[in-house]
């Protein structure tokens, strides 16, 4: 929770302070439901300034087709219970599906959520003012957020190519600190760092291109040393686990050239090129790394010029199973069934305290049975703890305030602590968005500060109904397990480790590794949801142990692969791995 990765205060700085704005926005304009606000800037607050300018032109653009979509669904639904129920039954099955079989995955379930909650709110206006309150409503819970990432956003979060530096900076100075000394906590987070991989850096590096701020030849180098980074710290990682019983004499010249580097990308400065430290003839085994380190910032000739760079195929908005693989539909009708229920007690009850059942059940589906039960301890927990500092808050806190100030100062913090845990390990991060809902669900009420306990206690019980029928949903029909798809994981990590294995120069060798990386980091994640599992859903648990160390062997050929003099060793270790999968 502690650990500082790169960037990680920053954002969560920029996230709390957006999320406190698009408070301070809606006491101004009195937004009714002022949490759905909040919780939509944080759940989509980004990192850098481009991609943050982006998402909010992209809700902005989007609020009027959405505007035009709910005002269709009001007209149809309109005194007609019926189709009411009809509407929001067919709207959840559509966001479900979309949120599990479309790259519109990360926001399709906040719009299920906006558009399901507007036309359930039909009923809690007057009728005369229905149509002009609900589409004035839908349009400020996305129009806000997205003005104040857009405004807000430009003005305070970091250029992309800043994160990219940053980042590069961070798995440099940590290869630096394993070479020369380094207890297991350091591992821990560098493994951490290194099972990141590079895709995040890759994806900065698309966005600074857009700012047409910085050269294409300065990008290319980015790219060549986000990649060379990474290679170094898996090399650094494995001389670390080699020698942290009889530790040989440090490589007193690389670590100062790893640090200098370090330093340099933390200044902001993309060097031309990097010394290749002289090793005396005692550390052969660290010649690999000075041979990367040469090579930090010199990409390859075709990556110099934008006019040569090969796109890749562009694939479609549907993934290429949407309509064939059966689990996309059972996502969508479990998902579905999650949102009635919570509508059916939540009319049946009469009770509208406890509408944010229906808004937990678009935020919490998850799609195997390992991942909600691994993720249900931290959304209760989170919710507890949010519910409990906004009570908090309510009997001690807030009473004592005199002005709108003093509350956002209050919403600033809290968000901020949501926020620093959103922004850490994804072991972690779910909670600090649960901490975040609840808080916020729990203190704004209508556009101002709440002081009735009633809400508070009406809107917690509905987070943890919501929490219990979607789990109950999920977990008792078509339950599906996160052990299938770890075979299919292994796969993946032989075949990218192939190409590594095939690849021709230094560069692609490095590109290659941070691959195989990241398919070890997806499937670790994936076996360590299949261990939380009950027994019957796991048939062969000696498979899955087995299964664990053969990532960790693709771990150690990927590293040893870079380092030629150990290659032969490498190969003859990947021929053993695929016979296993063969």
Known sequence: MCNPSPGRQGHALGMAAGCTVTVLVGEIWQVPDLAV?????????????????????????????LLAFVYLWIRLTLDNP???????????????????????????????????YGLIAIDQVPVGEIITRAVLYVDLFLAVPGVVMLVIGLLICPSPRTIVMQGIAARLRMSATLLS???KVTHERATDLLREGAAGLVKSLKMARLEKMWSSNELARLEQAAN??????????????????????????????????????????CPESAANPLLNDRQPEYRAMADILEILTVPPPEKTSEKTDKKAPKSGFFSADAFTNPDHT??????????????????????????????????V?????????????????????????????????????????????????????????KTGDERIAYAGFQIGIAFYLTDLKGYGPTSDMATARDRILGIMLGNFVTYAMFTSFWPSSAFNGIDARLKTIVQRLGKQR????????????????????????????????????????DHLEQLDGLFHEAEIVSTTLLDPAARPHAETRLAHLESVLS
């Open 228 to 269: 060379a980074s990474e290679g170094l710290l898996s090399l650094a990682l494995v001389k670390w686990q080699s020698e942290k019983d009889a530790r040989h004499e440090p490589p007193v010249l690389l670590i100062d050239a790893l640090n200098a580097s370090a330093t340099r990308f933390e200044k902001g400065v």
């Open 365 to 421: 589906a998850q799609p195997t049975m390992g991942e909600m039960i691994s993720k249900l301890t931290l959304r209760i927990v989170g919710a507890l703890i949010g519910g409990a500092i906004g009570i908090g808050a309510i009997v001690f806190v807030i009473p004592h305030f005199n002005d709108i100030t003093s509350f956002l100062c209050l919403v600033f913090v809290v968000s901020l602590l949501a926020a620093w845990v």
């Open 181 to 183: 000394s380094a207890d």
């Open 502 to 541: 095939d690849a021709v120069t230094s560069s692609d060798r490095l590109a290659c590794a941070v691959s195989v990386q990241e398919a070890i980091s997806l499937a670790e994640r994936q076996s360590e949801y299949a261990f939380v599992e009950p027994d019957h859903m796991r048939a062969d648990m």
């Open 82 to 116: 019926m189709a009411l129920t009809a509407a929001i039954a067919g709207l959840s099955f559509c966001f479900f599906f979309l949120g599990s079989a479309s790259k519109l995955k990360p926001v399709a379930y906040m719009l299920g959520l906006i558009v399901v």
């Open 37 to 65: 606000p909040a919780l939509v800037t944080m759940a989509l607050w980004q990192k850098d300034r481009v991609t943050n300018a982006l998402a909010g032109i992209a809700i902005n653009i989007l609020i009027v087709l």
């Open 330 to 363: 059972r996502f969508a009708v479990k998902g579905t069934a999650a949102v009635m229920l919570s509508y059916f007690i939540f009319s049946i009850l009469d009770w509208p305290g406890i509408h944010t059942c229906i808004i937990t059940c678009f935020i």
